[in-house]
């Protein structure tokens, strides 16, 4: 019968915190959260993401040497920047800011030791015709047109384990090139930390009520 009780305690206490101000202003809080997340990930963007591996180290015992334009590299990285058009709209590339203003362009860091770049016609879609112009800015990539989906690949060469590769740019209705993120790592960490936000106050909000409750008892 105790068990029923406290049941039936707890819930009523739930109840009671989810109607309560402090429950109203969690549910809208968390209705602006989710909210801003579907019009973020949805609003028209160009995104990037870098992933770099390694060809050969001169800490490994190598039975092959590599060779970039006659010469010999004992370190050897590779680094794959890929642009995705995230939005619902294709780009024009006569819409991306003109060189010397805000190309799309891969800043390349000094560090780096860049010894080759190319377009991987393999990864690149089909239907884009992009090229690249190395200049003061870094690495200009021009293109006439990417659809929503598709993806420019740029395979870069050098000598350095982590240099920082990022690409920066605008054009009409892109005020910049922004860095992928793994949505499951952003759903997961919003979720954990809405819930144990919930959870807190949850039973904060339930320690109080029972203290209320016991102070009554006791004036009764």
Known sequence: MFERHNFSFKISSIWDFLTSKTGAFIIGVSAIAIGSYQFYINKPIMEYQAETVNFISSENDNDYKVSVHGKEVKDLYQTQITLTNKGEQALSGRDVSKIGHDPFRIVIPDEAKLVHYTIDNRLTSESITPSLIKNDEGIVLTFDFINPDNQIVVNLLHET???????????????????????KEIRFWGLSSLGVLYV???????????????RRKKLD
């Open 200 to 214: 807190i106050l949850l039973i904060v909000y339930i320690y109080r009520h029972t203290i209320v409750r016991k």
């Open 161 to 183: 384990a982590e240099p920082n590769f990022e690409m920066k740019g605008s054009a009409l209705n892109v005020n910049s090139i922004q860095k992928a993120w793994d949505e």
